[in-house]
């Protein structure tokens, strides 16, 4: 643990120990699969940023926008000492209008991405001296245990950026029940959530015209083969991102572009040309489907709001 003044970096080491079991037998199994948490080394994280300005990116700008306008209202719902724990806060960006008008007792930046965290925190700790930060790295797929020096008293989650969308719903389910368990019966939920909208607007986010979303896809093989000692070739593989209508969510594949075996952690992974690794779901949800599914664990609406275009929609829940 690193201590200075105000601000605590806790690491609750989250990837090494599963790493190699969970891509092994992601990609061994008929459909080859990796979790879209892969993604996440600092290049990762700095390519996500470059794709959260693109102008084929909508939900960044729309859902910031939903969160600066809305500030004043949200801050309504709290009064006293509350501690906001941003699940895979990143650059913590989005948290900033919030930090100004809640004026928090304490801010978790919680993220699997450890050095682009650190970074993320030093960065806010120089901006708002008045706010104690504990950054935490870990992986929220699983259970976490917040080391207990945080105070949870009057806990806000945050978990922007439909981020949620990464788990199929069950798992989503069962994420928003572990929240509710970790927040506590005083506990609240502000969560972004990507909305179902035309095929053509999904697919161009996933598909720019400047390839930023195809190197960050990419990028999870050199996160491997630096990790796992892999010799994965990026260029025998290309970037596919489709919106699947039947399941609603956006599917991100990496196809192999020629029969070709590849070495990871030991192991000879064989690909047929054509054949597809899943790298990422995002799924979208019209309101009431969230709003059931939010129900289901453990949690209430405060509020809904959502832009012009109804194309995001932005839940204050609160522990049911
Ligand atoms: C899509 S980005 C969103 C970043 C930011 N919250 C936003 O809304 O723009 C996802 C963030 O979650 C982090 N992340 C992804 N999977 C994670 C996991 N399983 N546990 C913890 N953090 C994770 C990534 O490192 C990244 O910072």
């Not at 050095?115 to 790295?137: G, P």
């Not at 179902?196 to 996933?206: M, R, S, T």
């Not at 190197?215 to 083969?225: G, S, Y």
């Not at 196809?255 to 054949?275: C, R």
Request: hydrophobic share 40%.
């Amino acid at each position: 643990m690193l201590q200075l003044s105000n601000y605590q970096f806790f690491d609750l080491a989250p990837v090494l120990r599963t790493m190699r079991e969970e891509v092994l037998e992601g990609l061994l199994a008929p459909q080859k699969t990796l979790s879209p948490k892969y993604f996440y080394d600092e290049r990762g994280s700095r390519l996500f940023d470059e794709i959260t300005h693109l102008p084929e990116y909508y939900p960044t700008r729309t859902e910031t926008a939903l969160f600066e306008t809305h500030s004043a209202e949200i801050a309504q719902h709290f009064s006293g000492d509350v501690t906001l724990i941003e699940y895979g806060s990143g650059s913590s960006r989005k948290i900033r209008a919030l930090l100004e008008a809640m004026r928090p007792a304490a801010y978790v930046p919680l993220d699997i991405s450890g050095e682009h965290l650190e970074a993320s925190a030093k960065t806010l700790q120089a901006d708002y001296d008045w706010l104690d930060i504990y950054a935490v790295c870990a992986d929220y797929s699983q259970e976490i245990k917040l080391p207990e020096a945080i105070p949870l008293n009057q806990p806000m989650a945050f978990f922007p950026g439909s981020s949620i969308g990464n788990f199929t719903p069950e798992g989503a389910q069962a994420f928003l029940v572990r929240a509710r368990a970790l927040m506590g019966d005083q506990g609240k939920l502000l969560i972004g959530i990507d909305r179902k909208k035309d095929k053509a607007v999904l697919e161009l986010a996933y598909n720019d015209a400047a390839g930023v979303t195809a190197a960050f896809n990419l990028n999870v093989l050199t996160h491997l083969n630096r990790e796992l000692d892999g010799n994965f070739e990026l260029d025998g593989f290309a970037h596919r991102a489709i919106y699947n209508e039947q399941v609603g969510s956006i599917q991100m594949f990496l196809q192999s572009l020629k029969p070709q075996q590849v070495t990871l952690a030991g192991e000879q992974i064989e690909f047929a040309v054509g054949e597809q690794i899943h790298t990422e779901n995002s799924f979208k949800y019209d309101p009431e489907q969230f709003a059931e599914l939010a129900a289901k664990s453990g949690w209430a609406q405060e509020l809904h709001l959502t832009d012009a275009q109804d194309y995001f929609s932005v839940f204050l829940l609160s522990a049911a």
